[in-house]
């Protein structure tokens, strides 16, 4: 990381800073950001999801990682399916139950993960090859992974976003069906209106199948 770019993520002292810190990289505009390869932008399969991922860090619904729901044949010939899946530190308690909410109304999955000794729940597989899994989001958030994280922050911002609440929404579908997930979070920051007939200002929680 340049030291321009640490000297501006030092710079940040609240969830909003960061965030709009995060929505920046993610729109090519700062080189690098904490705990990610120096001088790395998104992965090129999520460039489609940069202004949805952008417009809910700047509603201060911080992203950490993010994938789209693909299903396909990979470079090594193999099988892979994946599920669109974000995860989301949330520090401001008002922010966290309309974003649950629109996320279990519309049936997506939702894992809570509070690093600071709290609720840890149980991670959900996100991605398999040939039918294995490969990768998973929410589960146990480490202090130590949490440092590698968010590596170079003030000190205070950190204690705040280390201390947030990490939630992971995931589509319950494998490949391309599962990316309506990215329509309910633009509803959820305003990037798209319904009107009267907003579906997902409904606070019902789905049946079981849908919490994974």
Not at 115 to 128: A, F, H, R, Y
Not at 178 to 196: A, H, I, K, Q, S
Request: with cysteine; hydrophobic share 35%.
């Amino acid at each position: 990381m340049s030291r321009a770019d640490r000297r501006r993520w030092k710079s940040a002292r609240t969830t909003s800073d960061l965030g709009e810190l995060m929505a920046l990289w993610l729109e090519g505009k700062i080189a690098s950001r904490p705990g990610y390869q120096p001088r790395s932008g998104p992965e090129s399969e999520t460039a489609h999801l940069v202004p949805t991922l952008a417009a809910l860090c700047r509603a201060g619904y911080v992203t950490t990682q993010s994938q789209p729901g693909r299903a396909g044949t990979g470079a090594d010939g193999r099988w892979w399916e994946q599920r669109a899946a974000v995860e989301l530190v949330v520090t401001d308690s008002t922010l966290f139950h309309p974003l649950v909410d629109a996320a279990y109304a519309a049936g997506l999955i939702v894992r809570n993960n509070d690093p600071d000794g709290g609720v840890q729940e149980q991670p959900v597989i996100v991605t398999t090859r040939e039918g294995e899994p490969v990768t998973w989001f929410g589960g146990r958030i480490g202090h130590t992974g949490m440092a590698i994280q968010w590596t170079g922050l003030d000190r205070d911002l950190y204690r705040t976003v280390s201390t947030g609440t990490y939630v992971s929404i995931i589509a319950p579908e494998y490949g391309g069906a599962g990316d309506r997930m990215w329509d309910v979070l633009d509803f959820l920051t305003g990037r798209r209106r319904y009107g009267p007939a907003d579906l997902w200002a409904s606070s019902t929680q789905p049946t079981d199948p849908a919490r994974g």
